[in-house]
């Protein structure tokens, strides 16, 4: 059983978010047998859905750029715009040929895939493992659950060294630096510097950026809070005794927005590449999850337009003085960064390698060897090449949503585009929202992160999905301080507007058939609302459904071209009783084979509806939702009541996400995991039972290695050759 979220998070250690998540199934429901694609089945269901979809907040779908407006201005930053750019850029999606909005099928589409998904327990393996996690905790709090695993890594920077990159036809090396006085590096303190070092930009500038300042020297060493420093510093690399590089890396202004808030003061002395030592090989598989996880700073984006790091690659550039970790057995670098408090992934294998979502997938929920029925339904494409069963093309198919009002009828929200809220990309590494947590009391200290053991301490908490905010949520940004490069301008439709599209399958069983209309059914009630279209998180795109199911007889349809004065379709008229008999035998067969673990710990569900995780997803879905203050974003910097806390970081204390059940108020009657039990102490005078190592999983390439340079083509003068081995 998967270790499960808690039931009741205390009170005092509540977050609120304007989302959440229904948790990941026991077990995946395999789909029926598919039918052949080159023959109508006489016991299969074809025919038509025709759906009416009816706005209840208001709903915003971008248009697309023609391409001659794509080659002027598409990749663009909004501040670069025109009025008139900005003002196209902000149009809602519309039909060329009717000009009326229209909501693209494509996103109908994955609306409902990911409805019957969740309702007929299917797999969650579209899930990409590009992102990967990494995590700093320099000076963390002693219950910060990160500071161990930090210091386990770091030793507080005893085990960081400093060396030079290079790059050479079988990957990345590090030439490691000259000691000084049997330290890797030395610190200075900026007001040692002042007059010394030529355009060496202060830390409280505003124009600070991470700078290299090579052939300096330095000497005069002193030691001051377990460091040694350099007290005297020149440009002239002749002047003192060690020469080498000035690196000014860190990001200062990343814990505050105020440079008289800053509390860094020190920058990093190196000497020159140790001609006599071994190159290092960083990890394939560490430069790949760096390059992947490369933050706003360590691309050189804003607000450090002028930072020497690149866009892909981050620091890693030919010559570039860098800080990494003593490899131990092995020759190889798996920790490394542009400053000594860098940061490292978090790695549940114990190796550097960084974990991703999908780690903490459990591996039945992404095995390409199991059919579920939404699979089933909507088709796949297997990731990895297969023998067989490669590929499957879906049996249903939906048409756009044309809007029954013209462009040019009253149903904006606005007559002029908006500017709203500022949106962020997602922040998974927030594991304490992210990852289930099992502590009944929530502290701090004993937290589940990405470096437990997936499965045995923690999964991903499940499909994430956004509350509702009513008909009228607040939108519009009023921080009129926010630069145009933060923001983008949308002009949405306003609430009750309606749209028709339709949904046509083919050769659907009474199960596949009855997914789909479970989830419309629940579409169409009036406690209920799907969300479609963007700014979800600001309760944008609210929509109900209604819809009539129209089947076809195909041997009918094809024993005659006319009907009337129309084409003869075949259309059966039995279309009500099919929908409630097939809905009920879809519910029947989900019943039949859920696991044990998904049913409540009362008594056994009769309906879909008293299942734990139908009943997490139908109140992420209720109209009703929760109070604004309960479905907002926590705050970094809230000056003002209600606040999660009593700092005004509401993050800081890392409080935790509910359940939905938790946060709606609804029961939550789940079987919940069995925390693993303490080991028995052993007999006295019985003798340990050794357990043989299991050997690494993983290889990599040993380093150790000659070339003929330092690698670092800054320094003037030559280095000497190196010895041979």
Not at 194 to 222: A, H, V
Not at 235 to 264: F, H, I, W
Not at 366 to 379: P, V, W
Request: aromatic share 8%.
């Amino acid at each position: 059983m998967l270790p499960k979220h808690l039931k009741k998070v205390p009170e005092d250690r509540n977050a609120i978010a304007p989302y959440n998540f229904v948790e990941l199934p026991e077990k995946v429901v395999e789909a029926e047998p598919l039918p052949d694609n080159d023959r109508y089945c006489p016991n299969r269901h074809t025919g038509q859905i025709i759906c009416t979809l009816i706005t209840e907040s208001p709903l915003y779908i971008r248009c697309a750029l023609t391409p001659t407006d794509f080659a002027n201005f598409g990749d663009k930053n909004n501040e670069d715009l025109t009025p008139e750019q900005r003002r196209k850029r902000a149009d809602f999606f519309t039909n060329p040929a009717n000009q009326r909005p229209t909501l693209p099928g494509s996103s109908l589409r994955g609306l409902l895939r990911t409805l019957v998904e969740i309702v007929s327990f299917g797999k969650l393996d579209q899930v990409s493992e590009q992102q990967r996690f990494f995590f700093r905790a320099v000076a963390a709090d002693k219950d910060e659950p990160l500071k161990k695993e930090y210091e386990k890594y770091l030793d507080k920077g005893r085990k960081v060294k400093a060396g030079y990159l290079t790059k050479e036809t079988d990957g990345w090396y590090i030439r490691p630096a000259l000691s000084i006085e049997d330290k890797p590096f030395v610190w200075v303190e900026e007001k040692d510097l002042w007059g010394k070092i030529t355009e060496l930009i202060p830390m409280k500038s505003s124009d600070y950026r991470p700078q290299y300042k090579y052939n300096i020297s330095f000497g005069n060493l002193y030691s001051k809070n377990c460091r040694r420093f350099a007290k005297d510093v020149s440009s002239d690399c002749e002047a003192y005794k060690y020469r080498g590089v000035l690196v000014t890396s860190g990001n200062m202004l990343e814990a505050s927005d105020n440079p008289d808030n800053l509390q860094r003061k020190n920058y990093c002395l190196i000497r020159e590449p140790d001609t006599n030592a071994e190159l290092l090989k960083i990890s394939d598989d560490a430069i790949e999850h760096y390059c992947h996880a490369l933050t706003t700073f360590q691309k050189g984006k804003s607000p450090y337009e002028k930072n020497p790091f690149n866009e892909n690659l981050g620091v890693l550039t030919q010559g570039r003085a860098i800080f990494y970790c003593q490899p131990q057995q092995v020759k190889i670098v798996t920790l490394f960064g542009q400053s000594p408090n860098f940061r490292i992934p978090f790695s549940f294998t114990g190796d550097g390698r960084a974990a991703s979502a999908v780690d903490f997938i459990p591996d039945y929920l992404h095995n390409s060897e199991i059919l579920d029925m939404a699979e089933a339904i909507f088709g796949y494409v297997r990731n990895e090449k297969q023998d067989k069963n490669q590929a499957c093309a879906g049996r249903v198919f939906i048409s756009d949503a044309i809007c029954e009002r013209t462009a040019g009828d009253d149903i904006w929200l606005k007559n002029d585009p908006i500017t709203p809220k500022i949106l962020a990309s997602p922040k998974p590494t927030t594991f304490q929202h992210y990852l289930v947590q099992t502590d009944p009391e929530a502290r701090k200290c004993e937290l589940k992160h990405y470096a437990n053991k997936p499965e045995k301490e923690t999964v991903i908490r499940g499909h994430k999905l956004y509350w509702h905010k009513g008909c009228s949520p607040s939108i519009v940004l009023k921080d009129s301080e926010a630069s145009e490069s933060q923001t983008t301008q949308i002009k949405p439709i306003k609430a009750g507007v309606s749209f028709t599209f339709t949904i046509d399958f083919e050769n659907l069983s009474d199960v596949e058939l009855g997914a789909i209309l479970w989830v419309l059914n629940i579409a169409q009630k009036e406690e209920y609302r799907l969300s479609i279209g963007m700014g979800k998180p600001l309760g944008m795109g609210a929509v109900k459904i209604t819809h009539q199911l129209h089947l076809s007889d195909r041997k009918q349809r094809y024993k005659k071209l006319f009907q009337d004065n129309n084409w003869h379709i075949g259309e059966k008229s039995d279309g009500a009783d099919t929908q409630d008999r097939c809905a009920k035998v879809f519910e029947k067969y989900a019943l039949n084979h859920i696991s044990e673990a998904d049913q409540p710990n009362t008594s056994k569900a009769t309906t879909l509806e008293e299942l734990p995780r139908i009943k997490m997803l139908l109140a992420m879905l209720s109209w009703s939702g929760v109070s604004r203050n309960e479905a907002r974003y926590m705050e970094i910097e809230r000056d003002h009541q209600p606040r999660i806390g009593t700092d005004k970081n509401e993050y800081k204390e890392r409080p935790v996400l509910p359940t939905p059940l938790q946060v709606i108020g609804w029961e939550d009657n789940r079987k919940m995991s069995k925390p693993n039990p303490s080991p028995k102490p052993r007999a006295k005078g019985s003798k340990p039972v050794l357990k043989k190592s299991k050997p690494p999983t993983r290889r990599n390439k040993e380093g150790g290695r000659e070339d003929k340079g330092s690698g670092n083509p800054a320094f003037a003068r030559s280095p000497k050759p190196p010895k041979r081995q």
